[in-house]
């Protein structure tokens, strides 16, 4: 055999000494498959704080802190009772309870009025989010890194030609070892079946060629119709030169496949080749995960309440400076009262008349 086609690795540890691989053309990355969040699943109580960003978070105890605070202030007794009083009050109209308390004083009204129409838009955001959560749960988080793998339950499997990749690693990396621990040596196989197993069975990580991977796995991406149907972690164990043309090593044909290598290289033919059957470029570190409400979304809620805070203050500086008179007279409209016996004696005289005309004349 003088040719040989195919993809063909630099750092191949059963390479014959007697044969010689042609130029590179590629990098190959080695690292690990997944399944889809494979990590530890959330808690119950994630469900109900999910919904809001941090920030958000951050704002909404802040403002009902502020609103007790200002509700505080204008009561005269300042007693413990009163101060759990407001915090109460301040959590009916979030829950919408009915208050039957009755302002007076403008700038109050002003201030409740806002914050009526804050707790409106809070909690029916918060209730809509946690709808949507309650529907579709929170999943299970997904493996960053090595660490994570060693961490789970998952079987750490790869072929028999990334046994010496391990090995060769094993010596300066401690993780590498560790790895090496538990690895499950596959037999020569169709290594479909063993992406079918880690998108379906969801039990194992393999190991190997993460253009190889991704290439094995296209007949359950299609089937279940997304781009990558398993998670692929960040990162490169080893990077390697690879090739696609193998010679005997005083083979005649060495110098002139080069060449031709060389030309299919610089008009981007093998490159176009690479991409379709899936490189490194094909494969980001996809994250899929529920999307909290942020501030950057919310920000105009806080903002509006914030301003009308301020209306309020100034309405309250101005009732201070200018009181309303106490001797304000009223104007009183009078109602002349009604003789309600006489009124039901003429009532019924009239009734009695028409109950007792009959063809245009009345009936004694």
């Known amino acids: 055999m003088d040719l040989a086609l195919g993809w063909f ?48 978070w951050t704002c909404v105890i802040f403002v009902n802190i502020m609103f007790v605070a200002t509700l505080y202030c204008f009561e005269s007794d300042r007693s413990q009772e009163a101060l759990g009083i407001c915090i109460m009050y301040a959590y009916a109209m979030l829950m919408e309870q009915e208050s039957k308390i009755k302002n007076q004083a403008f700038h109050l009204r002003i201030f409740l009025t806002n914050w009526l ?59 590498s070892r560790k790895f090496l621990a538990r690895f499950q040596t596959l037999p020569p196989q169709d290594f479909e079946s063993v992406m079918n197993q880690t998108v379906l069975v969801r039990d194992i990580a393999a190991f190997g060629v993460k253009r190889f991977l991704y290439y094995h796995s296209r007949p359950q991406a299609k089937k279940i119709k997304v781009k990558i149907p398993f998670r692929l972690i960040p990162g490169c ?70 301003f009308g805070y301020i209306v309020s203050l100034i309405v309250f500086l101005f ?36 109950r007792h005309f009959y063809k245009g004349q009345y009936l004694w």
């Open 319 to 354: 009732e201070r400076k200018f009181p309303p008179s106490k001797n304000r007279k009223h104007k009183v409209t009078l109602v002349k009262p009604v003789d309600l016996t006489k009124l039901q004696s003429k009532r019924q005289e009239r009734n009695f008349g028409q």
């Open 237 to 306: 164990l080893l990077r390697a030169h690879t090739t696609q043309l193998l010679v005997q090593k005083n083979s005649h044909l060495y110098n002139i496949i080069n060449n031709v290598l060389y030309r299919l290289f610089e008009t981007g033919i093998i490159d176009h080749h690479i991409l379709h059957l899936g490189s490194n470029r094909l494969l980001p570190a996809e994250k899929i995960k529920g999307r909290p409400l942020k501030m950057k979304v919310i920000w105009c809620t806080f903002f509006m309440l914030m």
């Open 9 to 56: 690795s630099y750092a191949d540890p059963y390479l014959h000494p007697g044969l010689r691989l042609g130029r590179t053309t590629s990098i190959d990355c080695f690292g690990w498959g997944v399944p889809w969040r494979a990590g530890k699943s959330p808690s119950t109580w994630a469900n109900y704080v999910s919904e809001f960003s941090l920030g958000t």
């Open 117 to 175: 129409w804050y707790c409106l838009i809070i909690t029916t955001a918060y209730r809509a989010s946690l709808g949507s959560f309650m529907t579709v749960p929170a999943h299970a988080k997904d493996f960053n890194s090595m660490t994570d793998i060693l961490k789970s339950d998952l079987k750490i499997v790869g072929g028999p030609d990334v046994v010496k990749i391990l090995e060769q690693t094993s010596k300066t990396s401690e993780i």
